[in-house]
């Protein structure tokens, strides 16, 4: 349809100026999504130049950027090309990529096509160990999820609140609720999971393969590329837990390239309970 454009993105590249990001999108690469093109949400402040799409929210700060999915799951109307990624997330220090999406890798490669769309292989939360939406076939969905995002007042930097309804279909009617707060200083994400009966939630973030994880402790990661060295620290309740390359499960994997993939770092949190509640903070260290 005139004005919409099916986008093959690979977020895994180093990121460009923001006002350049609508190029990048069009480019042709390896990520799966429908991006449309449409007029910012009226109540969206654009003075700084944040880009709002129907699918994605993109914003920099600093040294920092970061591509926030916050809208539908892929092409109508059978939710074609699409990955359960709602609220994941991908930022960037300093042109470079810390935290990515996985990637496409295969159309048909089993179980590798499922795992790279499905929610686990995402920056974002998983509820049951299952997806956000229901696979049913190698690239239609069943029960997609509805996903938005808003603008909040801020004097920080850039802020937004994200929600979705795709696990809503579970026993215990679970919600998923994600702020984002972008400043100079670095990035901070809470996430809030409700239900009406305790689940096992688990906080996924996948770094690129070019981060090394320098130390693990508890809840504090800290991660250094080159002369670069960014603090991550995961608040509330479970201890991170790293993947590299596993099988089994499945977990730590990247796509750069179609029908290419290799080992990354994948860090996990995981808790039950009825409600839970993580707060991630990722900082430049001096």
């Keep these: 349809p ?21 190029a990048s999108a069009r480019s042709g690469s390896t990520y799966e999504t429908s991006v449309v093109r449409d007029r910012r949400p009226a109540d969206a402040p654009t003075p700084d130049g944040d880009l709002w799409t129907r699918s994605f929210v993109l914003a920099d700060r600093g040294s920092f950027a970061l591509l926030f999915a916050a809208g539908r799951l892929g092409l109508p109307p059978a939710c074609g090309h699409g990955h359960a990624h709602a609220l994941s997330i991908a930022l960037w220090f300093r042109g470079l990529p810390v935290i990515v999406d996985p990637g496409t890798y295969s ?7 499922d795992y790279f769309r499905s929610t686990a292989a995402h920056s974002t939360v998983e509820v049951e160990e299952v997806s956000q939406s229901l696979p049913e076939s190698d ?26 309804d795709g696990y809503l279909r579970l026993p215990q009617r679970v919600r998923h609720v994600r702020r984002v707060r972008l400043s100079c200083a670095g ?12 689940f096992t939630a688990r906080l996924h973030w996948h770094l690129h ?8 402790d508890g809840t504090i990661a800290m991660l250094t590329m080159g002369a670069n060295t960014l603090r991550m620290e995961i608040t509330g309740p479970g201890s991170l837990a790293l993947h590299h390359g596993s099988l089994s ?9 179609f029908e290419q993939r290799t080992a990354t770092s ?21």
Excluded: N
Excluded at 209 to 216: D, G, Q, R, V
């Design 107 to 113: 159309y048909a490669e089993q179980p590798w096509r």
């Design 2 to 22: 005139s004005g919409r454009a099916h986008a093959l993105m690979r977020w895994g590249e180093g990121v460009p100026p923001l006002r350049s990001f609508p």
């Design 139 to 164: 690239f239609a969905w069943r029960a997609p999820y509805s996903c938005h995002a808003e603008r909040m007042p801020s004097s920080r930097g850039f802020e937004a609140r994200g929600r979705h």
């Design 266 to 286: 994948t860090l996990q949190v995981t808790a039950r309970g009825a409600a839970v509640q993580w707060t991630t903070i990722i900082r430049e260290v001096q």
């Design 209 to 216: 393969p070019s981060w090394t994880i320098a130390t693990l």
């Design 187 to 198: 990035l901070e994400i809470e996430d809030r999971v409700c239900g009406r009966a305790a």
């Design 249 to 257: 499960p499945l977990s730590g994997w990247f796509s750069s390239a």
